[in-house]
């Protein structure tokens, strides 16, 4: 177990448990996950995410490039594409903070970066998080949206 302290949530994570969840699903994009543009394109993101959240999430077991469940929402005039993505991750809620979504970065209603929790669950008495990724996205596949 390892105490993480993100966006002033405090979590007990199981992170040996996380990441071997982690260590056995596929890459975001590819055919057993879901190879569509969308899904693709969001893998190519990822290493643009801001630093912190990129090592917070790594902290945790979690593999960024892997097996999340990625949304799309739509494409912004300044270009950019609105996208939820929810991981997963093992452990306790210790500490939770009072606005529920914590912006990264904020630049206006179309160009943020911010985390937060999804559905908390219990899974054979374990705990189970979903962690929001919910970002305006830059569009890097060279095959054009539809
Ligand atoms: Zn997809």
Not at 49 to 67: C, H, T, Y
Not at 75 to 85: D, P, T, W
């Amino acid at each position: 177990m390892k105490s993480i302290i993100m966006a002033g949530y405090e979590l007990e994570i199981d992170d040996n448990k996380t990441l071997s969840y982690y260590k056995n699903l596929p890459f975001i994009g590819e055919e057993e996950h879901c190879p569509c543009m969308y899904c693709k394109n969001y893998a190519l993101t990822i290493a643009g995410f801001p630093k912190s959240v990129q090592n917070q999430l790594r902290e945790m077991g979690i593999d960024p490039a892997k097996g999340a469940e990625v949304s799309h929402f739509y494409q912004s005039k300044n270009s950019k594409h609105m996208y939820v993505a929810e991981y997963k991750a093992f452990g306790k809620l210790v500490k939770k903070p009072n606005e529920e979504v914590i912006d990264i970065y904020r630049n206006n209603e179309e160009d943020y970066f911010s985390i937060g929790f999804g559905n908390t669950h219990f899974n054979n008495e374990e705990m189970v998080f979903g962690i929001l990724i919910d970002a305006f996205l830059p569009w890097l596949l060279e095959e054009n949206p539809e």
